[in-house]
């Protein structure tokens, strides 16, 4: 009797770590690809306000800083716009994830009632 119960505690600790490293191996996916999301969004951004940051630089009278104007509020706008597609892409990312979880603890857990079915009907002979 005890020699079936801890086999079914082995059986059942070793599904728990294989479930702990695969959701470990989805979260650190998860978040590799929302750090890439990020990073080049970031580098986007400061590759466009640096370009009119150079162009700001060499204005030298009212004329040119008028012409100058349009392309600052065009670099808010297009990084507002960025900013609301970057936030769309995280949290697709982040459903991805949570679905992903889901899954491999369905998994996980109609495992877990199968050995205990089978434990049960192996006892009930």
Do not use: H
């Amino acid at each position: 009797m005890y020699e079936q119960a801890s086999n079914q505690f082995l059986a059942l600790s070793k599904q728990a770590a294989e479930s702990f490293i695969k959701a470990n191996a989805i979260a650190v996916d998860g978040f590799e690809k929302l750090m890439d999301i990020q990073l080049k969004t970031i580098e986007d951004r400061v590759k466009v306000a640096t370009d009119l940051m150079g162009q700001v630089g060499e204005v030298r009278d009212f004329e040119a800083a008028r012409a100058t104007w349009p392309k600052s509020v065009g670099l808010v706008k297009d990084s507002a716009e960025k900013f609301y597609a970057t936030s769309q892409e995280v949290v697709g990312v982040f459903t991805r994830t949570g679905e992903a979880f889901g899954q491999l603890f369905r998994g996980s857990v109609e495992a877990a009632n199968d050995t205990v079915s089978k434990a049960k009907a192996a006892k009930a002979r």
